[in-house]
């Protein structure tokens, strides 16, 4: 386990950071996509989806530049000592809720999926404590397990959906739509790309993920998560032009769940699955519990550094209390129509602030406070070892 800066080793590596900041967002937004999109863009959708990965990369540009300031301390322990204590407790409160915002909506979204459609007998209060359950024991084995428990199963199941999808090109009905329409309308194209945004808006995972890479690989972990970014948004154009090509433009605005609608016609000849699709959103269900596993861990050490409580007894209480609110807030809301309100509402337009607000007011700050951020830095360095 992490319980605080003495006991951060052993740490993760550039490729484990990029899986987990990956994964950080993966999940949010896939069951409605591209639903938002394509009820405001039509068929420029596509173009809204590949400004939503441009808008993205240099937002982890920007919150990278941030995490550099102090790399050794988390977003929670070095922003009061840069911007003051009560402007850094509000971006640790902030963060805070943030993190189970996010994680509630994941697990009222991905419970409603599973209940309506493999587990009908099931309540849904059932569904989503299984999934928080699970995410609190994988968050409590600490990141450097969190990290491998995803490169075993995360990898394998990323690229069996990209199979999946490419095999998905058979069931198209409307092949004219593959084509990227060259009429842009960027009124239209802006608004698909914001409504839609609820794709990316977890990475910020990495502002108290970001000490726990090895020293040496920091930047190598940028690249892999930069590359991570890269995957996804290959993996989305492809389901955006399977979606699309399937179900047209004038329907997909009135689907609940269009990704998880093409996955259940999906069948593959010559498997002993006969709906192959469906194994795939079955095997999602690692996406979300490593969704939310990911955001408990997150939300435990921005707890402590914000209450300056570390020790061996803060981070499982900080876990187990974070695990009891997101499953009671999930099964408080009615239904996942109430989430999109939420989203739409309040989590887009309160992480596009956080996203872009926090670094730039941090970085901006920090410009002015040089010698502060120098002090800092040494401060937080490991010490070298004792010779001899």
């Known amino acids: 386990m992490d319980f605080g800066k003495s006991q951060r080793l052993p740490r993760i590596s550039g490729l484990q950071f990029g899986t987990v900041v990956t994964a950080g967002y993966m999940a949010m937004g896939i069951f409605y996509f591209p639903r938002e999109m394509v009820t405001a863009a039509g068929r420029d959708a596509i173009w809204s989806f590949w400004l939503e990965g441009l808008v993205t990369y240099f937002l982890m540009r920007l919150t990278f530049a941030m995490n550099r300031l102090v790399p050794n301390e988390t977003l929670g322990e070095f922003a009061p000592k840069i911007v003051s204590t009560p ?14 915002a996010l994680a509630i909506v994941a697990a009222v979204l991905f419970g ?20 928080v359950l699970a995410s609190l024991y994988i968050a409590s084995l600490g990141i450097s397990s969190l990290a491998r428990t995803l490169q075993s199963g995360y990898i394998p199941m990323v690229l069996l959906t990209i199979l999946t999808l490419v095999l998905a090109m058979g069931v198209i009905r409307h092949p004219v739509l593959l084509e990227p329409p060259v009429n842009i309308q960027v009124i239209p194209i802006l608004q698909g790309a914001y409504r ?60 609940r769940w269009p990704v998880v609608s093409l996955m259940r016609i999906l069948a593959v000849n010559g498997f002993f699955i006969s709906k192959w699709g469906m194994l795939v959103v079955v095997l999602w269900t690692i996406a979300v519990v490593a969704f939310i596993a990911i955001r408990l861990w997150c939300l435990a050490h921005d707890m402590a550094a914000m209450i300056h409580w570390h020790s061996r007894y803060s981070y499982p209480t900080f876990l187990l209390i974070g695990a009891i609110i997101i499953f009671v807030f999930s099964i408080w809301i009615p239904n996942a129509k109430i989430t999109d309100y939420i989203t739409q509402t309040f989590l887009l337009p309160l992480g596009f602030l956080y996203l872009l607000g926090i670094p730039l007011l941090i970085l901006t700050v920090a410009h002015f406070r040089k010698p502060t951020v120098r002090k800092l830095r040494q401060k937080t360095e490991p010490e070298p070892p004792t010779p001899g």
């Open 87 to 100: 402007i850094g407790l509000l971006i640790g409160l902030y963060t805070v809720v943030y993190h189970l």
């Open 112 to 131: 409603y999926v599973l209940s309506n459609i493999f587990l009908p007998d099931t309540p849904v209060w059932g569904v989503t404590g299984a999934l």
């Open 196 to 255: 839609e945004y609820f794709l990316f808006i977890g990475f910020e995972v990495s502002v108290t993920l970001y000490p726990f890479i090895r020293n040496e690989e920091r930047r190598k972990g940028e690249r892999f998560a930069y590359l991570g970014l890269l995957l996804m948004v290959f993996i989305g154009t492809i389901m955006y032009e399977a979606t699309m090509a399937t179900f047209g433009p004038a329907f997909i605005p009135i689907m």
